[in-house]
């Protein structure tokens, strides 16, 4: 009987380990991008990772995630925000909700706020949790 309530309080303990270590990821993720320092970014990425934009092609591998974001930090795009929604582990893969907010420069060169959310599928390498897959979108 005493079994069931140690096991969800293990779970629970687990969790808010994994969303630490998300969170943590994210801030470097951030602070790469803060740098404009693309190469940084690929590096959060597994080897032969995915990302997903909006409105292009899929990015498969470090070299192609670093020209992706390359060209995200080039166009001015200022991420504002990051919210982790939620976060649930199965086995050395994780799969991270959230939000995110923005502002980019439109036409007129004038900054325009942008949310979206986004969805990470993350995979625990050598002991670190890295980015393998990566989506997101605009609101509107």
């Known amino acids: 009987m005493l079994a069931i309530p140690l096991l969800l309080l293990a779970t629970t303990v687990q969790a808010r380990g994994l969303k630490s270590e998300i969170d943590a990821a994210n801030q470097k993720f951030g602070a790469a991008y803060d740098k404009g320092d693309a190469a940084a970014i690929a590096r959060l990425y597994t080897p032969h990772a995915q990302v997903f934009p909006p ?19 080039q166009s001015g795009l200022k991420i504002t925000g990051l919210q982790t929604v939620s976060v649930e582990q199965y086995g050395s893969a994780a799969r991270e909700i959230g939000r995110f907010t923005g502002e980019a420069p439109d036409a007129q060169k004038q900054m325009v706020k942008l949310e979206g959310k986004y969805v990470v599928i993350w995979k625990r390498e050598h002991g670190t949790w890295m980015l393998d ?4 979108n605009l609101n509107h």
């Open 133 to 136: 897959s990566d989506i997101w």
């Open 55 to 73: 409105g292009a092609d899929i990015a498969t591998g470090r070299d192609a995630i670093q020209k992706t974001w390359a060209g995200i930090i």
